[in-house]
C-alpha cells in the first residue's frame, strides 16, 4: 500500500526557515503530482502549493508565493516544501498529498494519498 510520511514541522520563531519533506513509500513516484495543504486550528484545509507530475507546473497560494519553494526528486521518491521567512499565520499542519499522473491543481479532492501531517507552530 502506497504511503506518505511527512516530517520537518517544528516550533519556530518568526523569520526563521524549515523544510518540510513527504517520503513516497513505494516506486512510481515520478508518475505523482504532488501538492502541500495546511489546516490551522478551526480552520479549513487550505491549499499551500503544488508540483505537476513532469516538474514543470509549479502553483503558490497568494500567502506564501516568494517565501515558499515545492520540490520534487524523483531518485528519492520525496517531495520537499522549503519554507523561508516564515509568519505565525504559516502555523498549522501540513500535508502532502500525491495524484497519479496530477497537473498540480489546488483542489484537495483531486488527491488520493495523503500523509498524516506535520505540524508547524511559528511564534513571534
Known amino acids: 500500500q502506497v504511503q506518505l510520511q511527512e516530517s520537518g514541522g517544528g516550533t519556530v520563531q518568526a523569520g526563521a526557515s524549515l523544510r518540510l519533506s513527504c517520503v513516497f513509500s513505494t516506486r512510481g513516484f515520478s508518475f505523482y503530482g504532488v501538492a502541500w495543504f495546511r489546516q490551522a486550528h478551526g480552520r479549513d484545509r487550505e491549499f499551500v502549493s503544488s508540483i505537476s507530475w513532469t516538474n514543470d507546473k509549479i502553483y503558490y497560494s497568494d500567502s506564501v508565493k516568494g517565501r515558499f519553494t515545492i520540490s520534487k526528486d524523483n531518485d528519492q521518491a520525496t517531495a520537499y516544501l522549503q519554507m523561508d521567512n516564515l509568519k505565525r499565520e504559516d502555523s498549522a499542519v501540513y500535508y502532502c498529498?500525491?495524484?497519479?499522473?496530477?497537473?498540480?491543481?489546488?483542489?484537495?479532492?483531486?488527491?488520493?494519498?495523503w500523509g498524516q501531517g506535520t505540524e508547524v507552530v511559528v511564534f513571534a
Open positions: 498529498a500525491a495524484d497519479c499522473y496530477g497537473a498540480g491543481v489546488r483542489r484537495a479532492d483531486e488527491y488520493e494519498l
